[in-house]
């Protein structure tokens, strides 16, 4: 479970967050929306602890991240938008490193390698050097190592960026399972289709403040729109686009010139 | 397992992994990498040992400067670590790839600096023992000693190096989590401090009327006497090895536990500020906002200088120039080896060397134009080299542009020229004046750092178009392939064969060797053929490029 209260951050004069306060419950699938700038990287990096807030706190699984970092850090499954992995490993030496990092058993690594390459369809690269590996199948051992733990939360930014129509599948219905299994999935897109399909709960930020949180159906009825995710999303940031809302229909969509 | 000992495990993983790399390469690329590197570590050796036998040659004062050499050049060499260790642990602790993946992982903090500042010790080494171990061979073959005396240096060193380069780290850590608010208010209050003991240390001095021996003495001694201050590092790590050397083992011992020991203290304070400071240094560092103010001036004075030179090239060039400034990286390097150049060429009157004989003044100008042209050859490999590969994934925004890659690779070559042809020949004209030599040999070696600007920026741009990779995004990487190794090959090359043609007839003529008629007559045909040549350097690599640029498929 990942509780986020009065959570907020500046950079200088910009306020990235500003009094986030929200609960993702265990096994929830939760989508984290919102335009270029809004916050949701920030929240993210809060989240993991690379940032740390001005104000607030974060809780995972009832540890206080500022004050039991390591203990929250074992539960933690983080892939940023841009993962970085060392070229010069192959995958297998990639995934023990990582295993012996969070301290798992060497079997258990052994048995990622064997089942997981091979689901991953990696099992054909596993003598070749991560550097020499596309970029759809580095995403892929990302996914492999940041499982590897068994994290009970999951926090991905971006998480479908640069993949193949058959990888974005597998990983759509890989986070459903790890959510159904009991694992809180916390997860930022820009593609609202992926949000609107596998997200149990959204949350939209605009300017560092939370506008919209609840399940998809529910802002819908809440904001009497009958069309998609994305008309919810266009109306409640219209202002970060400095958009105008159609005359007349302040709860419809923002007209795009 | 222990999270240090898992991260050494993945290098060592990383480590031998390092032979699949290196059998792709061509055996050429990889052959001429070693021969380059030992051709560099054999003619260290021979430059030690000459100046070894130089000394003896001198005599008394050459004696008493052999015996405290070891303890000056490890002072040297822990200020040279430090400095390094500042810039390696900035890089390793702050802005290195992994940081993300190793931050959020349940790795302690005080383990994760120490694991980064074993990685900076390592990345700092490699020029220590490439000075250190040609010394130490060619002081044990002069002075006849033992061939364990290379081992007992290395005994020393190990300690010596993790030592001096944790001062850096520690002071990175020290400044980052304490970073001034008012930075730019500091530094301009330690700069004009800088300034004034600039205006202190330059002050005009009398030619006194010494001889060689009792000026030597009298300006060398201090700095010997500091070097051998029995409280510094580098004084237990000289005479350490030296009690070895004589078989006093007992003291020998000693002295590396003291040693030892002060770096354990070392290593256990950074452990200790990694613990308590690295996290608050991070956010400290990046919850930085950039000054937008001063940028935007700044920019609008760029633009308005670099007007002239038309929309494309001034939007080329004015992308390169705030490129270099927001890198810390690039403009410390920079300003730490030209500042010091430039803070020891203002100080020759302080040491007097301007009282000096002709025939040693005109050693220390040549002395200053090749350390002047080495710190250019290095910046030129290590930051104009690799400017168009990383260029990277934009490749293509001046790839496709209106700009054409021939504009694109000139503009280059000129932002760079601009700027070390500027430093070079003020920093020559700042040594010379200094020194008070003769208007000619003022002009010939100013005229020298120019050429020395223009070939190794046209050898830097052109190879770096010819060896492009776009893939790379690890400027280290860039530098130390095969097409960085060659490009800092043939700079050196290209610096001692244009420099030595017109220091040896000048040395002669002090010597009284030749006459100045001879002397004329030499440079009016090595001026000449260092013309040809300089102007072969910078356009024939230049025009590679540009072939190879229009050629290539992207």
């Not at chain 1, 990983?171 to 959510?179: E, N, P, Q, T, V």
């Not at chain 1, 809440?222 to 940031?237: A, C, P, Q, Y």
């Not at chain 2, 023992?129 to 190990?158: N, Q």
Request: glycine residues 8%; hydrophobic residues 50%; charged residues 15%.
């Amino acid at each position: 479970m990942i509780e986020i209260k009065n959570l907020s951050k500046s950079y200088g004069s910009v306020h990235a967050v500003i009094d986030l306060n929200l609960i993702v419950p265990r096994g929830e699938l939760f989508c984290f929306l919102g335009p270029n700038g809004a916050g949701k990287t920030t929240t993210i990096k809060m989240l993991t602890g690379l940032v740390h807030p001005d104000a607030g706190s974060v809780r995972l699984c009832g540890f206080d991240l500022a004050r039991e970092p390591l203990a929250a850090r074992r539960l933690l499954g983080y892939i940023p938008d841009l993962p970085f992995l060392y070229e010069r490993l192959t995958p297998p030496e990639f995934l023990e490193f990582v295993g012996d990092l969070y301290g798992v058993d060497r079997n258990r690594v052994n048995q990622a390698c064997d089942e997981e390459l091979t689901r991953f369809g990696l099992a054909d690269h596993r003598r070749a050097l991560v550097g020499d590996l596309s970029h759809g199948m580095r995403q892929r051992l990302i996914y492999v190592a940041t499982f590897l733990h068994d994290p009970q939360i999951l926090c991905i930014d971006e998480p479908l960026v640069g993949l193949d129509p058959y990888t974005i599948r597998m990983i759509k219905d890989l986070l459903k399972a790890k959510a159904r299994s009991g694992v809180t999935v916390f997860l930022t897109t820009h593609i609202l289709a992926v949000a609107e399909e596998i997200a149990d709960r959204v949350g939209i930020l605009s300017r560092g403040r939370l506008v919209a949180l609840g399940p998809i159906d529910e802002l819908k009825k809440r904001h009497d729109i009958k069309g998609d995710l994305e008309s919810v999303f266009l109306m409640l940031t219209a202002d970060d686009y400095g958009l105008p809302v159609s005359p007349g229909k302040e709860n419809a969509a923002p007209c795009i010139p | 397992m222990h999270p240090l000992r898992v991260l050494y495990k993945k290098d060592g993983h990383m480590f031998a992994n390092l032979n699949t790399v290196l059998r792709r390469e061509s055996s050429f690329k990889v052959l001429f990498i070693l021969a380059f590197a030992l051709g560099l570590f054999f003619g260290l050796y021979a430059v030690f040992l000459s100046g070894f036998r130089f000394l003896n040659i001198l005599g008394g004062a050459g004696f008493m400067v052999t015996r405290y050499l070891f303890s000056l050049i490890f002072l040297a060499l822990g200020v040279m670590m430090v400095l390094s260790g500042i810039i390696t642990s900035y890089s390793a602790l702050f802005r290195s790839r992994d940081s993300i993946l190793l931050l959020t992982s349940p790795i302690p903090d005080s383990t994760l600096v120490l694991y980064k500042f074993t990685e900076s010790c390592l990345l700092s080494s490699w020029a220590f023992f490439f000075i250190i171990l040609p010394y130490t061979l060619a002081y044990a073959v002069h002075e006849k000693l033992s061939p364990f005396f290379v081992g007992w240096t290395l005994l020393f060193s190990i300690p010596f190096l993790i030592l001096y380069s944790g001062l850096g780290t520690i002071f990175v850590l020290l400044f980052i989590r304490w970073i001034p608010r008012h930075l730019r208010e500091w530094m301009i209050l330690l700069g004009l401090m800088v300034a004034g003991l600039i205006a202190y240390y330059v002050r005009p001095t009398a030619r006194t009327g010494f001889d060689d021996s009792q000026f030597l003495l009298s300006r060398l001694i201090p700095g010997l006497q500091w070097a051998s201050q029995p409280l510094g590092p580098n004084w237990w790590a000289a005479e350490g090895i030296m009690a070895f050397a004589r078989g006093q083992i007992g003291r020998g011992f000693l002295l590396w536990g003291v040693l030892v020991s002060n770096t354990l203290l070392v290593i256990w304070i950074i452990r200790s500020l990694g613990k308590l400071l690295f996290a608050r240094a991070c956010q400290r560092l990046w919850g930085i906002v950039p000054p937008r103010r001063r940028q935007e001036r700044l920019g609008a004075m760029l633009d308005h200088w670099l007007q002239p030179f038309g929309t494309i090239s001034r939007g080329l060039a004015l992308k390169d120039i705030r490129t270099f400034l927001r890198d810390p990286m690039q403009w410390s390097q920079s300003l730490i080896f030209f500042g010091l150049l430039g803070f020891y060429f203002a100080s020759l009157r302080t040491f007097r060397y301007n009282a000096l004989p002709d025939v040693w003044r005109n050693l220390i100008v040549f002395l200053n134009v090749f350390s002047v042209a080495a710190v250019l050859c290095s910046l030129s490999s290590r930051f104009v080299y690799p400017q168009l590969s990383l260029e990277g994934q934009a490749f293509w925004i001046i790839g496709l542009s209106p700009a054409g890659l021939r504009r694109v690779l000139l503009t280059k070559f000129f932002t760079a020229l601009a700027a070390m042809a500027t430093i070079s020949v003020a920093l020559i004209a700042l040594s010379t004046t200094m020194l008070g030599v003769a208007p000619l040999l003022k002009g010939v070696t100013v005229s020298l750092s120019l050429a020395i600007a223009l070939g190794t920026c046209g050898l830097s741009t052109g190879l770096g178009a010819v060896f492009l990779d776009l893939k790379q995004s690890n400027p280290m990487a860039i530098v130390s392939s095969f097409g960085g190794t060659l490009n800092l090959a043939l700079s050196l090359i290209f610096m001692a064969v244009v420099i030595l043609p017109c220091a040896i007839p000048f040395h002669f003529l002090n010597l009284g060797k030749i006459g100045p008629t001879t002397l004329y007559r030499t440079l009016g045909i090595v001026g000449p053929a260092i013309v040809v040549l300089t102007l072969l350097t910078t356009i024939l690599p230049l025009w590679l490029g540009l072939r190879s640029l229009q050629r290539r498929e992207y």
